[in-house]
């Protein structure tokens, strides 16, 4: 009997704190970010030095 | 009688506590958000300040890789600083949903927040010397301060 009781009552309790927050605006949580605009840039500069590195190694091999 | 008022004692606690979980888990989500927007902002004006450097560095290192290398660093370390700070933004997007869904705070949130607080200060420290940077300085500040409160003297182990 009294489980009864208390189990209504939690479940009850429960609807009413629903209720409560309900009334309030709720914030979402905003996705989680992405690839970074800086980080693709860097990207790029890492590939470009990769690149600079691989006709630093061409231009000595041609000029053996 | 005492079995009654049991009863309603125990269901005011249930109330209350719903209440304030569901306000703690507004006010992480309210915290997430405005560090996500600071970490976005950040990014947009470093872009342009990375695309002139590469230009620069470019001029600058002729074809050299070494210079060119060399002379990008700076701006490479400031990245790394804001990609650390992305995945603290990523690590706490995923503890609050689970918080949100589960309803059980597993106590890697407050870490969570140590880390971002950390993060930011990285981040604060690479902004340091930019031009423009000192309205991004104070809002990051800002967030690191709350990020700070919230961690309530949690440890970043993180990569320790």
Redesign the interface.
């Known amino acids: 009997m009294?489980e009864t009781?208390?189990t209504s009552?939690?479940a009850?309790?429960?609807k009413?704190?629903?209720a409560?927050?309900r009334k309030?605006p709720?914030?979402?949580?905003?996705?989680?970010?992405t690839k970074?605009?800086?980080?693709k840039?860097?990207d790029?500069?890492?590939a470009?030095?990769?690149a600079?590195?691989e006709?630093?190694k061409q231009r000595k091999r041609e000029g053996k | 009688m005492n079995g009654y008022v049991l009863v309603l004692a125990m269901a005011a606690f249930a109330a209350v506590t719903g209440c304030t979980h569901a306000t703690d888990v507004q006010r992480a989500i309210a915290v997430h958000n405005v560090f996500r927007s600071v970490i976005l902002d950040i990014d947009a004006a470093y872009a342009p300040v990375l695309r002139e450097a590469d230009e620069a560095a470019q001029l600058q290192a002729a074809g050299d890789s070494a210079a060119y290398l060399e002379a990008i660093k700076p701006y490479t370390d400031g990245v790394k600083a804001l990609s650390t700070a992305k995945q603290t933004e990523q690590a706490m997007h995923l503890s609050i949903s689970q918080w949100e869904a589960t309803g059980n705070d597993t106590g890697i949130l407050r870490e969570t927040y140590a880390c971002a607080a950390e993060a930011v200060d990285r981040v604060t420290m690479a902004l340091g010397g930019l031009p423009k940077a000192s309205p991004l300085y104070a809002a990051a500040f800002a967030i690191g301060t709350q990020l700070r409160s919230m961690a309530d003297g949690a440890d970043c182990e993180v990569g320790k």
């Open positions: 009294i009781i208390v009552a939690i009850l309790a429960s009413i704190a629903d409560v927050m309030k709720k914030t979402e949580l905003d996705k989680p970010l970074l605009e800086s980080e840039i860097v790029d500069m890492l470009r030095a990769r600079m590195a006709a630093e």
